[in-house]
Structure formats: structure tokens, C-alpha cells
């Protein structure tokens, strides 16, 4: 199945470049390709079965377009960017949907083969592992350039859970106000005094734990999706 995502990668980088290159045809002749793992990502994101017939997969459609108009090969693979914006439509369209479609059975039966060729552990699970080391090796480099590595986190990070908590609400306050984290990522440093007599946080579990608390605004601030989940701290 690694073969099948490298092939499909290819053929839609292929008709990425066409289609760059002038040939508005190219995007057209991909589809019957691509949307089988469009159709993933689509059931995926809503957690329910998605088909042909229902309005994720022309949103899925239009995803697709927006994401070959976008698409910087500069950035990583073009199908984990088409998975992204996908993603993203879906997830703007679901905020605004006030009913759900419910699942065609007859749908889901006549489509039951193709859509067991990309259950879990196919090109969908591996998109994610792109992916997801796409984006650990992004923010290995930023941490590198705190002078942070992953080691440094997992000798220095909290082992109860309460002081853990706490370590993510100081990163969480330092992500998300606009002073404190100009001060983090132009200083490369945490703005101690100003959370000190602010924010009422402790001194030493701030100094105890900097390596971590920064490393967990840096999720935050560069919305590392990934890695996201293990950070907020609600």
C-alpha cells in the first residue's frame, strides 16, 4: 500500500504541474483517481461514511481545485496538502450545516469494495504518517532554534499530572496573548516578570519547567495539528 500512495502522489503531482503549466483539463482527468482518497478524508473528518451522492464529496471537489490553485511544492507532498484543505472545507462546512445527511444504505452497498480498498492502514493512515513527520520534524527545527531538543523535553517535562496541567495553562496564556508571545519568539525566552505579576504564575514552576512550556506555546502558535491535542489544556 506504501507503492499505492507513491503512485497516486506521483500521478497527482503529474497533473498538478500540467494543470500550473496552463492545462485546465489536467485537474478533470485526476479525479476518478484522487477522489476515492478524497471520499477517505471526507468520512474521516465526519466520522461517518461519505459517498459520491452526498455534499462533502463536491465540497471535496472543490477542495481539490483551491488546493491545486494553492499548492507550493516548496511546502511538502502536494497530497497531504490536498488532504489538508480538504479537511478544512469540511470542517468550515460541517460549523455551518444544521442537519446531518444520514447514510444511504443503498450508497453504502454499492460502493462497499472501493471503499474497503482505502480502510485503515492504506494510503489515507499513510498520508497521516507523512504527514504527521512532516510536521514533528518542522517543529524539531524550531525547537532548535530555542536550543531545545527532544531529550531535553522528555527529561524535563512535569511527571504529575497537576503540574503538567499547569505548565500548559502558562504555555496556553503566552500562546495566545499577542504581548507575551512577541516576546517568546522575538527573545526566544518566556516572558517570566510579565507572567509573574500578571498572570500570578509561579516562578519556579516556570523556571523548573521552561524547556516544556515553551515547547508547548510553540504548538500553539505555529497550529501544529498533530500535535495540537497533547498541548491544550482543556
Partial sequence: MRDEAKNLEAMVHRSWEEYSAGNADAIEDIYRELMPFCLRVCSKTCSRYISENDEESSIARLAILEAFDT???????????????????????????????????????????????????????????????????????????????????????????????????????????????????????LPVKMLEENEKASRKLIDRYRRYIIANALIIIHDLPYLKPYVLPF
Fill in 71 to 189: 499548492y507550493d511544492p516548496y511546502k511538502g507532498r502536494i497530497l497531504v496538502y490536498v488532504g489538508r484543505v480538504i479537511r478544512s472545507r469540511i470542517i468550515d462546512f460541517k460549523r455551518r450545516e444544521k442537519k446531518r445527511h444520514t447514510i444511504s444504505l443503498v450508497a453504502l452497498e454499492s460502493d462497499r469494495n472501493r471503499v474497503e480498498l482505502y480502510h485503515d492502514g492504506t494510503i489515507e493512515d499513510v498520508i497521516d504518517e507523512i504527514a504527521r513527520k512532516q510536521e514533528i520534524d518542522a517543529f524539531s527545527a524550531i525547537l532548535q532554534s530555542y536550543g531545545i531538543s527532544f531529550s531535553d523535553l522528555a527529561r524535563n517535562s512535569p511527571r504529575q499530572d497537576r503540574t503538567r496541567e499547569q505548565a500548559k495553562q502558562i504555555a496556553f496564556k503566552v500562546a495566545k496573548n499577542p504581548v507575551y508571545q512577541s516576546y517568546l519568539l522575538e527573545k526566544r525566552k
